[in-house]
């Protein structure tokens, strides 16, 4: 299986901060990246697919970069419905893995 | 805009069957999408466990495959899972998902939509 390692796991920030938060992949997986966004007792929301394609409805302060092993997730101006916990997920092949998961919390 | 809703026990006894259905509404579930299950446990955060197309063609994580079934209802729009035995470690929140399918003759495996999640325990 494809290890997905997120960094870092907690990240403190005040709303209008840049955040980034990193995915590393355990192999190439050339662009096959989504990142997600969850809130407590919520389903997972999808916010970029293929690495850097942004969501329909998803605001563009939020950003995706990356390809091979390294992403990023970007988000330009932190706004305060943004803290929340945020996953990556391969689907470069078979079983397809999520990351631990980065809490943003506010500072 | 679709929607998806789980339904099923929210408690199975150790050695049982865990069985869930997802309902979809709002599309069809005969289209070029692909239909799955996510899990999420404390112990081991968001983990996928399998995926069905409306053929009845189906992907199982290894680490599952030997306890997992998944099937289609074509005429009930809505798709199952089955989990067997279970133990403990199988206590987590259940999400049925929607794989967009292809793009340019790529098959997709994020998930675009979710169903809000069920919690299912192994307790006896």
């Known amino acids: 299986d494809i290890q997905m390692t997120q960094s870092p796991s907690t990240l403190s920030a005040s709303v209008g901060d840049r955040v980034t938060i990193t995915c590393r992949a355990s192999?190439?997986?050339?662009?096959?990246l989504a990142w997600y966004q969850q809130k407590p007792g919520k389903a997972p929301k999808l916010l970029i697919y293929d690495a850097s394609s942004l969501e329909s409805g998803v605001p563009s302060r939020f950003s995706g970069s990356g390809s091979g092993t390294e992403f990023t997730l970007t988000i330009s101006s932190l706004q305060p419905d943004d803290f929340a916990t945020y996953y990556c997920?391969?689907?470069?092949?078979?079983?397809?893995?999520f990351g631990q998961g980065t809490k943003v919390e506010i500072k | 805009q679709v929607q998806l809703q789980e339904s099923g026990p929210g408690l199975v006894k150790p050695s049982g069957t865990l069985s869930l259905t997802c309902a979809v509404s709002g599309g069809s579930i005969s289209t070029s999408k692909w239909w799955s299950w996510v899990r999420q446990s404390p112990g081991k955060g968001l983990e996928w466990i399998a995926e069905i197309y409306h053929t009845g063609e189906s992907n199982y994580n290894p680490s599952l495959k030997s306890r997992v079934t998944m099937s289609v209802d074509k005429s009930k729009n809505q798709f199952s899972l089955k989990l067997s035995p279970v133990t403990a470690a199988d206590t987590a929140v259940y999400y049925c998902?929607?794989?967009?399918?292809?793009?340019?003759?790529?098959?997709?495996?994020?998930?675009?939509?979710w169903g809000q999640g069920t919690l299912v325990t192994v307790s006896s």
């Open positions: 192999q190439i997986i050339r662009n096959w």
């Open positions: 998902a929607r794989i967009p399918g292809y793009r340019g003759g790529y098959r997709l495996g994020y998930f675009d939509s």
């Open positions: 997920q391969h689907y470069n092949s078979y079983p397809w893995t």
